[in-house]
């Protein structure tokens, strides 16, 4: 159990630090488009992104796929400019039309579970379980995540009903902030 309680805390630390700010931006540009009553909606979101996440963690770790690390550090602030730029374009927020953030969540997630193989190879030791290691890990960041996306529902929550902020230009506002931050992060990375 101790192994898990130590691999939980690294994954919650993976989402929960300011180090883990590309993580941070990618969580809150995903949940950015929902409203708290869309809860559910967004910790399938969640969901999706760990799943993603933890497949390409654990083919790096095992050495099934690799990249260099140079190249996957700028991609990282690529999806989140992406999934940015893909919330500037919702005029409605149905949920047909919010559907993309899933296939965002997912398929994003892939490349960020590459950002942390080297890491997460390195801490785990020979003799333990990976499996063990990695599920720790994945159950401390979907925790972490959910109270990030917590979080942002509730500050839009209070924003909106407060504030009278129009849901648009709620989305605009903070995608646009995400968008600039990743976009620099994205540029300080360039691999060549």
């Known amino acids: 159990m101790s192994d898990f309680s130590f691999y939980f805390g690294w994954g919650w630390h993976h989402i929960m630090s300011w180090e883990a700010l590309d993580h941070l931006l990618f969580i809150t540009a995903l949940a950015t488009i929902y409203l708290l009553k869309?809860?559910?909606?967004?910790?399938?979101?969640?969901t999706a992104f760990t799943i993603g996440h933890s497949l390409t963690l654990a083919l790096s770790v095992l050495d099934?796929?690799?990249?260099?690390s140079n190249w996957v550090e700028f991609l990282i602030p690529c999806t989140i400019v992406i999934t940015a730029i893909s919330n500037l374009f919702q005029k409605k927020f149905t949920s047909k039309s919010i559907r993309i953030n899933y296939f965002l969540a997912l398929f994003f997630g892939l490349i960020h579970g590459m950002g942390f193989a080297n890491t997460i190879r390195f801490l785990l030791a020979k003799d333990q379980s990976l499996g063990w290691g990695l599920f720790g890990f994945n159950v401390g960041?979907?925790?972490?995540?959910?109270?990030?996306?917590?979080?942002?529902?509730?500050?839009?929550a209070a924003i909106l009903t407060f504030f009278k902020i129009?849901?648009?230009e709620w989305v605009v506002f903070l995608s646009a902030g995400i968008f600039s931050l990743a976009l620099k992060m994205a540029l300080e990375r360039l691999p060549f």
């Open 38 to 46: 869309d809860w559910k909606q967004v910790l399938i979101l969640v």
């Open 64 to 68: 099934i796929i690799r990249f260099p």
């Open 141 to 156: 960041l979907e925790a972490g995540q959910v109270v990030v996306v917590t979080i942002v529902l509730l500050v839009a």
């Open 166 to 168: 129009n849901r648009r």
